[in-house]
């Protein structure tokens, strides 16, 4: 399970071939923006607890609620790393998977994804999936980001102001009043294709997710009692993080029809309120 290690003057970074996954970010002046559990486990099949998850070809149970692995097979399997490169003290790596290297009888088709990822004073993430079967198919997807916070009980995202969310622990639809804020357990799927920002009041910054290609934002906090029922996750990790997923899930399904292509971006982005020294 190899992973490459970033560090230039720009920023330090990890990504590990496990998943195509990225697991550390911080940019040069910055506290580590991705969250990475520090009960997190590194073996063949398991999901990784923290980083940024590729979650494919369905999200959590799927649009069936039958589906396993939870999020999907990208996640566990090793992806080949095709190339790193270097400029300007941004680093790049690519990672490929096709059905050669993964595949299951709840998604019988051939499929090309491409993760590339750029650890610089942004972490820009893009995924493309690719329709190389010659049937048409439906996927869900989503890069599930963990965000590292001061306090999760004290921070807010701003953005999803008048969008509807399926809150998944109530089973219901509600249109989101204000920011989002978190003083328990929070699991939301919401239709949004706006950018927002995490405001973190504790670590006096803003964490900015810009998005494109993609219609779903998924919000995820696990507070003290899931936390704790993990074992994977520290009985108080969860106010160190916030999940803002990016992605198109449920209803949001992207269908690709042979040799169409969807690409997924996400843009990370940090800026400090502490005054100057
Ligand atoms: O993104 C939120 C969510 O779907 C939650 O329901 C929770 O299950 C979380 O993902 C983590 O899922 P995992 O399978 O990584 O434990």
């Not at 979650?55 to 990208?74: D, K, L, N, T, V």
Request: net charge negative; aromatic share 8%.
């Amino acid at each position: 399970m190899g992973s490459l290690i970033v560090d230039t003057p720009v920023a330090i970074g990890r990504i590990s071939d496990h998943g195509a996954q990225v697991l550390q970010w911080q940019p040069s002046g910055a506290e580590p923006v991705i969250w990475l559990s520090s009960h997190a486990v590194f073996a063949r099949d398991v999901a990784i607890r923290g980083g940024v998850p590729i979650c494919f070809p369905w999200f959590g149970a799927g649009r069936s609620g039958a589906m396993s692995p939870a999020h999907g097979f990208a996640r566990l399997v090793t992806w080949p790393c095709t190339a790193t490169t270097e400029q300007d003290g941004t680093v790049t790596v690519v990672h490929v998977l096709t059905q050669e290297q993964a595949v299951d009888p709840q998604f019988p088709y051939c499929y090309r994804m491409t993760s590339t990822a750029s650890f610089g004073d942004e972490l820009t993430l893009t995924l493309l999936v690719e329709n190389t079967d010659a049937t048409p198919f439906s996927f869900e997807v989503a890069l599930h980001t963990y965000l590292a916070v001061g306090d999760a009980s004290s921070v807010s995202i701003v953005g999803l102001e008048g969008a509807e969310y399926h809150d998944k622990l109530l089973d219901r639809h509600v249109v989101q009043a204000g920011p989002v804020i978190f003083d328990g357990e929070v699991d939301r799927v919401y239709s949004s294709t706006s950018d927002v920002i995490l405001r973190d009041p504790a670590l006096a910054r803003s964490v900015t997710i810009a998005k494109s290609g993609s219609a779903s934002t998924i919000v995820w906090n696990p507070w003290v009692d899931k936390s704790r029922a993990m074992a994977d996750f520290g009985d108080e990790e969860w106010r160190d993080m916030v999940c803002v997923e990016t992605g198109n899930v449920g209803d949001r399904a992207i269908t690709l029809h042979p040799g169409e292509v969807h690409e997924m971006k996400v843009i990370v982005s940090v800026s400090s309120h502490r005054p100057p020294s």
